[in-house]
């Protein structure tokens, strides 16, 4: 008797193993599908975070009056392309200039040849050749602006390098999501196989198909969301401690979005779950007693 209870005792712990292996697995890859999907969620940010540090340099001839830059200012703050924007006064364009090229040609030239000028950022939307130039002419037309300059070729390479990453992201996030369903019904067919015997004597002895597949839905639900509650807690935990080390970014302030990727991350927990497991039950109920040997 003490046997028997030893042995069932072994069997429960061997299973309640089993099932946790299979709950970090699938947890495990639902976790990667979920920081796929955040990367995705935030490319767009990020891009636009890097595009908004790119500035266009408008210079102000020496003779300008200062309620014709102010009014500059007030014009351009009330543009839907401004981002912000800064004055840099010939004083401290001097101030800059020495800092980072260790030269002072004041010692020689005896006067300041800078200019006053507007650091004007974009939106991230306008940072685009065509609207540049539409910018450009429009902001011309002040005859106290000398001149405006901005690197053209690092606008054009910063919306290519947006466009090849998107793409290549999307990319690995359908193959990312393939493997994922190839993983995760490969460890539900192996707990399922080793059930194969049992599934066959049930219906043997009069069991119809629903019948016998229904408790190991059943199962393999439970054990998807219990998957998909772990990779949400894994992916909660990562958000908090990015959001720490890199507050700029500001990972936790589209809560909505962050909501439809953790009620996704679940729902493809229960579904790839489900699916695997109907086919897996599917296919050992049609074999044969001796095709179950193999």
């Known amino acids: 008797m003490s046997k028997t209870t030893s042995f069932e005792k072994y069997q429960k712990r061997r299973l309640r193993s089993s099932y946790f292996s299979v709950v970090i697995s699938i947890g495990l890859v639902l976790f990667l599908l979920g920081l796929l999907g955040l990367l995705v969620l935030h ?7 890097f595009k908004e540090q790119y500035a266009i340099n408008i210079f102000i001839k020496d003779d300008a009056k200062q309620k014709d830059i102010e009014r500059l200012e007030k014009t351009l703050n009330n543009k839907e392309f401004t981002k912000t924007l800064k004055f840099v006064s010939k004083k401290q364009a001097l101030e800059i200039y020495k800092k980072d090229i260790g030269e002072d ?19 991230s939307d306008f940072v685009q050749p065509e609207k540049i130039k539409k910018i450009e002419k429009s ?8 001149e405006i300059t901005y ?12 466009k090849k990453i998107s793409f290549w992201l999307l990319a690995f996030s359908a193959l ?44 393999s ?13 894994a992916l909660s935990i990562l958000l908090f401690y990015i ?12 809560k909505l979005n962050l909501g439809f990727l953790f009620l996704g991350v679940f729902i ?27």
């Open 43 to 49: 490319t767009k940010k990020i891009s636009n975070h």
């Open 243 to 254: 959001n720490n080390k890199y507050p700029n970014l500001n990972v936790l302030e589209d």
């Open 105 to 123: 040609f004041m010692e020689f030239l005896g006067e300041n040849p800078l200019k006053n000028s507007i650091d004007l950022y974009l939106k």
């Open 139 to 146: 902001i011309l037309k002040n005859k106290f602006v000398s």
């Open 151 to 162: 690197d053209k070729s690092l606008v054009s390479l910063i919306n290519e390098s947006v």
């Open 221 to 233: 639900v439970k054990l998807g969301m219990a998957g998909a509650f772990v990779a949400i807690i």
């Open 176 to 219: 990312l999501s393939v493997i994922a369903i190839v993983l995760i019904n490969g460890y539900l067919r192996l707990a399922i196989y080793a059930k194969r015997f049992i599934i066959k004597t049930m219906q043997m002895v009069g069991a119809t198909k629903r019948f016998i597949r229904k408790p190991f839905l059943y199962r």
């Open 268 to 294: 493809a927990g229960i579904i790839i779950t489900w699916l695997s497991t109907f086919f897996a039950t599917k296919r050992f109920l049609n074999l044969t007693s001796d095709e179950l040997h193999y």
